[in-house]
């Protein structure tokens, strides 16, 4: 019987040993738990923070005051107390709090948090100036970290951060101009979809297989090049998880009739350029030319030749096989996984809805939102964010209510552009924002 003791020994030692994890859960690991920036507060800055909002004593739900009035979303994963985006990192001596790829790259959708949809809610100006204010260092930021609730200027953070960097990631006490520009007012584009381009950002300049660029959030002034290069296999296995991200399907019911139809009106006018869907999707990776697209031009001016001069000659771009940074000429027209998903729209999020893109006379020119996610929020018939229609922000009102209104007159926010569906009939645009609803 000695074969048959052999065989459960070597089922039972089989079966206790866990199998390898894949890239992806490596990633997914490496991306929930690892802080790859130093500390910007102490812990302190957290609970303190409710001071800079004008009460006279803090709220009794803290951590959902501290979410809503910067426009974070609970993690769906340990981080302790901290909504996602904030968490614990080394601080000088101690323990302090940093941010991570989910500030920007966590949203929520009918109140549920979601890893890798753009966060559309997000106050970041807010969010950091207040932290060093309740930190006991409050900074004057150099530049303006957000123009509008929902946007950043993630182009801009690259530009200054770059500039204080020579080309192999060591620090230069020198700053080089490179054209710092903050009014591109970028929505976050959602991460799942990554997989089907070759080229990414909003202008298609960049290699999408670069493990590197998706790395430029990391120049902190502490972290060295070592630093750098020690972390670049775990984001090796992060790319790999964001490749395995897909896009969440729509929740609620769908005309099923009328989404048949509007496929069809998809395929005719819209697939040129966005690709098709299906068993055998397709996407061709078209960039639009500016002057044809006719979108805000902020975007793809303000990232300019000195930026990516400096950027080729960079640790950035030294990736085996890889091209370096390109210069287009104009915006790339995106895949649409989950398009439902990622209200608001176009580049700089001025239009709230896709009935919206679809039409540009239905486009608001002033307006302002909940920023909360719930179903009650989301807009079911225009696809989107419910919007109400206001004057022009007040120069007065402080910048914590001023953000909250988008005016699309200001630079970097326009909403022109895109007019494709203008030709469209009422019945016809119906149709596709339907069928948008299956992607």
């Known amino acids: 019987m000695r074969w048959l003791g052999t065989i459960l020994t070597l089922w039972l030692g089989g079966s206790l040993v866990a199998a390898e994890p894949t890239a992806a859960l490596r990633g997914q690991k490496a991306l929930e738990g690892t802080a790859f920036v130093r500390a910007f507060w102490p812990t302190s800055a957290y609970d303190n923070a409710w001071k800079q909002w004008g009460l006279k004593e803090k709220p009794a ?32 001596f101690s323990q302090g709090l940093s941010i991570d790829c989910m500030t920007c790259h966590g949203g929520s959708l009918f109140g549920k948090s979601v890893v890798g949809l753009g ?15 309740a930190s006991g260092t409050p900074a ?41 520009r903050d009014d591109s007012c970028e929505d976050v584009p959602a991460w799942w979809l990554l997989k089907k381009k070759s080229t990414m950002y909003y202008t298609g300049a960049t290699d999408s297989r670069s493990v590197r660029s998706i790395m430029q959030f990391m120049m902190h002034p502490l972290n060295t090049p ?7 296999p775990a984001f090796k296995d992060i790319q790999a998880y964001l490749l395995s991200l897909e896009a969440p399907k729509y929740p609620l019911p769908v005309d099923k009739a009328l989404a048949t139809t509007g496929q069809a009106v998809f395929a ?40 990516g001069k400096a950027y ?68 079911t018939t225009k696809v989107g964010w ?9 120069a007065k009102l402080p910048g914590h209510e001023r953000r909250k209104v988008y005016d699309t007159t200001q630079p970097g926010r326009s909403n022109a552009g895109h007019t494709y569906g203008d030709d469209l009939t009422a019945d016809e645009r119906r149709a596709v924002v339907e069928y948008l609803k299956t992607l």
């Not at 005051?65 to 000088?92: I, Q, S, T, V, W």
């Open 61 to 92: 739900d803290y951590r959902a005051a501290f979410a809503e009035r910067y426009g974070l979303h609970a993690a769906p994963f340990d981080n302790g107390k901290y909504p996602m985006g904030l968490r614990k990192a080394d601080y000088l």
């Open 119 to 133: 966060n559309s809610t997000l106050d970041i100006e807010s969010f950091f100036g207040e932290m060093y204010a």
């Open 140 to 180: 004057k930021l150099p530049f303006h970290s957000s123009n509008a609730r929902g946007t950043n200027e993630a182009g801009a953070f690259s530009v200054y951060l770059l500039g204080y960097r020579n080309d192999d990631l060591t620090l230069s006490f020198t700053p080089r101009d490179l054209d710092l």
């Open 226 to 232: 070592r630093d750098f290069a020690n972390a670049e």
């Open 268 to 307: 005719e006018n819209c697939a040129k350029c966005h690709g098709t869907y299906g068993d055998t999707p397709t996407y061709p990776n078209k960039v639009i030319p500016l002057a044809k697209i006719g979108t805000d031009p902020k975007r793809f001016e303000n990232i300019t030749p000195a930026f």
């Open 312 to 379: 080729n000659a960079s640790w950035f771009a030294q990736e085996p096989g890889l091209k370096p940074l390109r210069e287009t000429d104009g915006y790339q027209a995106p895949p649409l996984d989950g398009v439902w998903a990622t209200a608001p729209y176009f580049h700089n999020g001025s239009v709230p809805t896709l009935d919206g893109v679809l039409n540009s006379a239905a486009r608001p020119k002033v307006f302002t939102r909940s920023f909360r996610t719930a179903e009650a929020d989301y807009d």
């Open 386 to 394: 419910k919007v109400t229609e206001v004057p022009p922000a007040d």
